[in-house]
């Protein structure tokens, strides 16, 4: 105890000087010696030099910050284009057709001036150069790049609810660069170490996310190799407003669940004589550092994991949260600014509340059960681990409880019920990620069971998160607790727990007391607390049930999705196209992808069932990215059989991304099809396509050709038909016409998102369409759609038959071959 508050005033001291300012050192060397000298006379009187010691920890933390030196970063920002030569320090985050990560600048040259010397870490948005994207999957950019970018140099944007640019200062990043240009020159340099890592995380990213839909896999990556980027936007504030955002960054909490299973596991392998089951534990925590790239957050979290299994280790269970105090205060005299990293403090929070009462909540919760309703046969110890982990849920929430309503300045009422129903499912959906990724390495059909798991673990976790967070009144802004309300709870948190270590039998007895108020009780002793073998037999035969019925479910979910009818979705992909096709026997086509690739599979995710991963045809309509962009993690991530493209001349990253990933589709076996006006590609019996364009004069290979070069592809089914027009400009619809193709259809994807250089009279005259899809982003910089247009569209099918998805969202029609439905998803 005596080192717990020690660590605590040296914490305190080293927060009370940022707070203060500078002050000299030599002007707290007298109050150092001072106290040094008491708390040696205390000692040699036989008093308790406690006080005396909590004086010169204070002192200490004080002392330390001030010979902190916080030299002024160098500003380069500047409204002129710069250029600049580095190398890339971190791993890439896709967006979109872009990817992000930090440089560190060696050289700079301002805008027509001489080149200097630099030492500066940017964070930098850009594209890949053509050399990389022929080469490489996204993200493109690799640790250890070597790059010369131009581009123009900025201060952090202002973002309303969040300081983005304090956020950025204490990584040591003052400033980003939007990149106009990018220049590859080599690879290979930095750590040897966090390349060969960062790749290895790459591949376990992917194999997640082959086997696994989204947003499941990208919650499996978070998890697990603390990747967040690929989780919804909308899925990301659902957790905030239910309080459970904290399960999202890999933190003390989750190395707390990993410390939970595998200390439970490694005692009941290898019991507990000589701690020898607490050498397992060790490995896994820092294996999962490794995973999550040593992040400081996760480093910092596996530290006071390992200081955890110390205290086991020397019998200190109890007193396991002093060790953890001065760990914490150790990293701070290494860095004191790490005092204010939001994921130090919620690391450690979350360690110190599991350390400290995990124990005595789960000890109530399974007394509760176990005196309320009695143990039954076979299912003793799943309900303890249960109540053990709900234990650990609710420990880890209370301790972080306050911080989280501190730094994002809102509390979630629904804060402790939340993560007491995720929070179980974290292990299954971390163990299950794992093994995904490790075994997905070796063979992906293998991988697969383990991706369900995930998958379900997943899914229950955002379903959870997502109807909490639509209720009314789940989170609640303000402006963030007072600094001393936050103390005070904090104060009361250590006076329960002193009370638990030196009175642990008064406080099992009180909390007893209060879990068999108001009812009567079962005695823990039952006739199914040592069951005949019988018994044991019967209670595992009734959990072979739950993947019994898993099965069965699977079988009939795949019976009753099956409704013989065509279904054609327009997804909202913002500004781009992206469509959805599934016939009556189950065939599966996606035409064109829009421009981000996350969109598209999370899209991909929530129609096609969990475990399919096949989609029979890919078709790109042309090389623009807002049609291909996202076609590329397509190919990657699910098992194509088809191709339907036509290559022409055009020069851009994302095109040459795509053609890598066709290329590598083919050789994999895949069928490659090079589309030309009158074929014809049955997709059932009674569904096919018929390829009506682009007409052959159009296929010259200037930029306004790319588009009229568009694939235009007509499916039919029965007497209904969609016509999908790419990009096509007025000139390819002239020469549709003039082949004598028949574009007449029930549905018109409108060409060029409702652009004024399309949908002439003539040709709408010749399609006749009773409904139109203008797929296009909301306040796109294009202008689209033409007002002139959508006034023409109008007057063909009428006010109730134009769906623009910037208004609507996605747009899905359902025909049986004589009928038409339509549903729009606002």
Request: glycine share 10%.
């Amino acid at each position: 105890m005596k080192l717990l508050v020690a660590s605590t005033a040296f914490v305190g001291g080293a927060l009370f000087a940022f707070e203060i300012g500078a002050t000299p050192v030599i002007a707290l060397l007298p109050f150092a010696v001072a106290a040094a000298l008491g708390a040696l006379l205390l000692a040699s009187l036989r008093r308790s030099p406690l006080t005396a010691l909590v004086v010169l920890a204070f002192i200490l933390g004080v002392a330390r910050v001030a010979m902190t030196e916080s030299a002024p970063l160098t500003s380069y920002a500047s409204p002129r284009i710069q250029q600049v030569e580095g190398v890339v320090l971190s791993d890439a985050e896709a967006l979109g057709s872009f990817a992000r990560f930090r440089l560190g600048v060696e050289r700079i040259q301002p805008g027509g001036g001489e080149w200097t010397d630099a030492e500066e870490t940017l964070l930098v948005t850009a594209r890949p150069p053509v050399e990389i994207a022929r080469s490489r999957k996204a993200p493109y950019f690799r640790y250890g790049d070597r790059l010369l970018i131009e581009g123009r140099i900025n201060e952090p944007p202002d973002l309303d609810e969040f300081d983005y640019a304090a956020y950025l200062l204490r990584q040591g990043i003052a400033e980003v660069l939007d990149a106009r240009s990018v220049t590859f020159i080599g690879e290979g340099e930095s750590s040897a170490f966090y390349r060969s890592l960062y790749e290895f995380r790459r591949r376990l990213a992917a194999s997640i996310a082959i086997v696994v839909p989204e947003p499941q896999a990208a919650l499996g990556q978070a998890t697990l190799l603390g990747l967040r980027r690929n989780i919804p936007s909308e899925l990301t504030e659902a957790f905030r407003r239910t309080g459970t955002a904290h399960l999202l960054a890999i933190s003390g909490l989750h190395v707390g669940i990993l410390l939970s299973i595998s200390l439970a596991t490694s005692a009941a392998i290898l019991g507990r004589k000589h701690h020898l089951h607490l050498i397992a534990p060790l490995v896994v925590i820092w294996l999962y550092g490794l995973l999550a790239g040593m992040s400081p957050s996760a480093t910092r979290a596996c530290i006071m994991g390992s200081v955890y299994l110390a205290s086991l280790a020397f019998g200190r269970q109890r007193g396991s949260l002093a060790p953890i105090g001065c760990a914490a205060a150790l990293m701070a005299a290494v860095s004191p600014s790490v005092l204010y990293s939001i994921s130090f403090q919620l690391s450690f929070a979350a360690i110190a509340g599991i350390a400290a009462f995990s124990d005595v909540f789960g000890e109530s919760l399974r007394s509760f059960i176990e005196r309320r309703a009695g143990w039954r046969l076979g299912l003793r110890s799943p309900i303890a681990a249960v109540m053990d982990m709900l234990g650990v849920s609710l420990a880890a929430t209370i301790a972080t409880l306050p911080l989280i309503a501190f730094h994002f300045e809102r509390v979630s009422t629904l804060g402790i019920p939340a993560s007491m129903l995720t929070l179980p499912a974290l292990p299954f959906l971390i163990v299950g990620s794992a093994g995904t990724a490790f075994m997905g390495l070796v063979s992906l059909p293998l991988a697969t069971p383990l991706g369900w798991l995930a998958w379900g673990a997943g899914a229950y976790v955002s379903s959870v998160v997502t109807l909490l967070a639509g209720l009314p009144g789940a989170s609640v802004e303000f402006g963030g607790p007072p600094t001393l309300t936050i103390v005070a709870y904090y104060g009361l948190l250590l006076l329960a727990y002193g009370g638990w270590v030196m009175f642990p039998s008064a406080v099992r007895g009180f909390l007893r007391r209060v879990t068999d108020k108001g009812g009567s009780a079962v005695s823990p002793r039952t006739a199914s607390d040592s069951p005949r073998t019988g018994s044991r037999a019967r209670g595992a035969a009734k959990w072979l049930l739950v993947p019994a019925a898993f099965a069965a479910s699977l079988a009939w979910s795949q019976a009753l999705e099956r409704d013989d009818r065509l279904h054609v979705t327009f997804f909202d992909v913002g500004q781009g196209d992206a469509v959805f096709i599934e016939t009556p026997h189950g065939r599966q086509v996606v035409v064109d992808g829009g421009a981000d690739a996350l969109a598209l599979t999370r899209l991909l995710g929530e129609r096609m069932p969990f475990y399919d991963r096949h989609i029979d045809i890919v078709a790109a309509t042309h090389p623009h990215g807002d049609h291909i962009g996202g076609l590329t993690q397509v190919l990657e991530r699910y098992d194509v059989s088809t191709v339907l493209e036509r290559r022409v001349e055009h020069e851009s990253g994302a095109y040459e991304a795509w053609m890598w990933a066709v290329d590598t589709e083919k050789s994999e076996g895949a069928q490659v099809i090079e589309a030309s006006a009158g074929q014809v590609i049955t997709l059932d019996n009674d569904v096919r396509i018929e390829v009506l364009g682009p007409p052959r004069e159009l296929l010259r290979g200037t930029e306004s050709d790319v588009d009229n070069a568009s694939l235009v592809l007509r499916l039919v089914y029965g007497e209904v038909s969609v016509l999908l027009t790419g990009d096509i400009f007025a000139a390819a619809e002239r020469g549709i016409l003039a082949s004598g193709a028949a574009p007449d259809s029930d549905v018109l994807k409108v060409p060029h998102h409702g652009s004024d250089s399309s949908s002439a009279a003539e040709f709408l005259d010749a399609v006749s369409p009773a409904a139109a899809v203008i797929s296009v982003g909301e306040g796109n910089r294009f202008g689209h759609p033409d007002a002139d247009v959508v006034e023409r569209l109008r007057e063909f099918v009428g006010e109730g038959g134009l769906y623009i998805t910037s208004e609507q969202g996605t747009v899905e029609f359902v025909t049986d071959g004589e009928r038409l439905w339509a549903w729009t998803e606002r």
